[in-house]
T-cell receptor, first 110, second 112 residues
Framework: QQPVQSPQAVILREGEDAVINCSSS?????VHWYRQKHGEAPVFLMI?????EQKGHEKISASFNEKKQQSSLYLTASQLSYSGTYFC???????????FGGGTRLMVKP | KAGVTQTPRYLIKTRGQQVTLSCSPI?????VSWYQQTPGQGLQFLFE???????NKGNFPGRFSGRQFSNSRSEMNVSTLELGDSALYLC???????????FGPGTRLTVL
């Protein structure tokens, strides 16, 4: 069963912040975040393993709440280059298959 | 290291035909996964191969099949193509399961 992402789309002005959420009904082993620009392949951003850790990459960070089976991606002080579709992928405790959510389309305007 | 490569990049076929897509993983990666991406359905998992064995399979009909060779290169085949098979087919490679996957550029298949 695929994870659920919200919101489905968001429009920001440069410098604004955004949060993208990803939730699953299954106990998760890991959460993977990717960004895909139009016409390109998804690019890996970060992976979070069960344990509730928070990871960061420049102005993009993420958290993983193992108890709630939820992850959130935080984009701070957004830049034009952040535009694209963000996907979360999850691997549950019982398996090793990466299942993706429906994606969140992010548009950053000047 | 060179990234994941997929060939061909673009393909046009007609209904009823069959097609074979190829994926060369990053050197040293033994796991190759295939995904179908369409505007309405997002990224759907097709199957995963590891050391020439299919380890996982998604919910796709038997017309979709794949294989992996001893050098980890993988192919997927779709027989009796339908209009709904038009999509971007992505492959991703990883060292093992449950770790970071790196995607190739994809093959854009159009079925007329």
């Amino acid at each position: 069963q695929q994870p659920v992402q919200s919101p489905q789309a968001v429009i920001l002005r440069e410098g604004e912040d955004a949060v993208i959420n990803c939730s699953s009904s299954k106990a998760l082993y890991s959460v993977h975040w990717y960004r895909q620009k139009h016409g390109e392949a998804p690019v890996f951003l970060m992976i979070l393993l069960k344990g509730g850790e928070q990871k960061g990459h420049e102005k993009i960070s993420a958290s993983f709440n193992e108890k709630k089976q939820q992850s959130s991606l935080y984009l701070t002080a957004s830049q034009l280059s952040y535009s694209g579709t963000y996907f979360c992928g999850t691997i549950n405790n019982a398996g090793n298959m990466l299942t993706f959510g429906g994606g969140t389309r992010l548009m950053v305007k000047p | 290291k060179a990234g994941v490569t997929q060939t061909p990049r673009y393909l046009i076929k007609t209904r009823g035909q069959q097609v074979t897509l190829s994926c060369s993983p990053i050197s040293g990666h033994r796991s190759v996964s295939w995904y179908q991406q369409t505007p309405g359905q997002g990224l759907q998992f097709l199957f995963e191969y590891f050391s020439e064995t299919q380890r996982n399979k998604g919910n796709f009909p038997g017309r979709f099949s794949g294989r992996q060779f001893s050098n980890s290169r993988s192919e997927m085949n779709v027989s009796t193509l339908e209009l709904g098979d038009s999509a971007l087919y992505l492959c991703a490679s990883s060292l093992e399961s449950r770790v970071i996957q790196f995607f190739g550029p994809g093959t854009r298949l159009t079925v007329l």
